[in-house]
């Protein structure tokens, strides 16, 4: 475990040299199979795990999933067959989603968190957030008072707050999609990051800046879960209804939050200090899509887009293994 005492009084220390080097990862349901495919195929190629590379490991919802467990050393392939494997476990649709499919949504949420708890459990035990080995930023949001929440490691003198909260609690809290799940309650009542901040890139430049780093030494690897090619008919927003948007206005949402997000980052620090990978795809990726045609899709995109960027002129080794 790090010495957070020690960090808190002398600042910390970029683990590989003057550069403080961030990895962000977007949220996106099940799509989170994306950048732990490409996450995996580094760790095989280098022989390193994520958390030795980077400074600061920043994500929302699945991706706060990811960046949790990466924190604590476990391999993004077994991270990858989480998604793989359990996919159709987390995604167990509700008797209303059953009956009423699409329709149920405007009753209630379409999936239960029961089993998504207990492959949380059984994938952090008892680890807490002071049991990271690298710098987090989890966001979430307070339901009652509508307001951003971010989970961090204790590693500033004001940060003590979640220092003892479960891992498995913060991914519950990150991860509560309005209409897809119910609240996550263990720690009040916590909603999905994503709402904020799905691209959670600015956050993580906020709190490098709040920790004493020059915008000149932030270098951020950024990694997206996909989007789908978005080609909306104005007759949509004109109409207005939840039965002419239906799953459109998601893609809206996080297609726009996503390129805000990249594009400020891409003002505050050096163009060249920021990488970001991500596909978009020309069929429709929902963020509960489970199926074999999906799963595959997402694989995919992760392995094609290692060979593609790892060794080139992109050159995410060279800038962050």
Known sequence: ??????????????????EFKILSID?????????????????????????ECFDLIVGTS????????LSIGIPAKEIAELYEVHGK???????????????????????KNNKLIDLLIQKFGDKKIIDADVMLCIPSLEHNKARPKVYKTPHSKNYHLDEK??????ALATS?????????????CKLDGGLWANNPILVGITEALHHGIK????????LGTGENLYLGKDYMPKLGGLLFWRTNIVDVFMNAQSYSAENTASYLIKKSNLIRINF???????????????????????????RHTFRSETNVEGNFF
């Not at 915008?215 to 950024?222: G, W, Y």
């Not at 929902?286 to 887009?305: A, H, W």
């Open 1 to 18: 475990m790090l010495d957070w005492d020690r960090i808190k009084d002398d600042g910390w220390e970029p683990k590989n040299g003057k």
């Open 27 to 51: 949220g996106g349901g099940i799509r989170g199979l994306f950048p732990a495919q490409y996450l995996a195929n580094i760790e095989e190629t280098t022989g390193k795990k994520t958390n």
């Open 62 to 69: 699945t991706g706060g999933i990811i960046a949790l467990a």
């Open 89 to 111: 476990d987390i995604f167990n649709p509700t008797l209303f989603k059953r009956f009423l499919g699409k329709l149920g949504n405007l009753f209630r949420y379409s999936y």
């Open 165 to 170: 909260v479960e891992m498995w609690k913060v």
């Open 176 to 188: 509560a999609a309005p209409t897809y799940f119910p609240p996550a309650t263990e720690n009040g």
């Open 215 to 222: 915008l000149d030494d932030i270098k951020i690897l950024s």
């Open 280 to 306: 978009t795809s020309t069929k429709k990726l929902s963020l509960d899509c489970v199926s074999k045609t999906c799963l595959e899709e997402l694989k995919r995109e992760g392995d094609t887009l290692f």
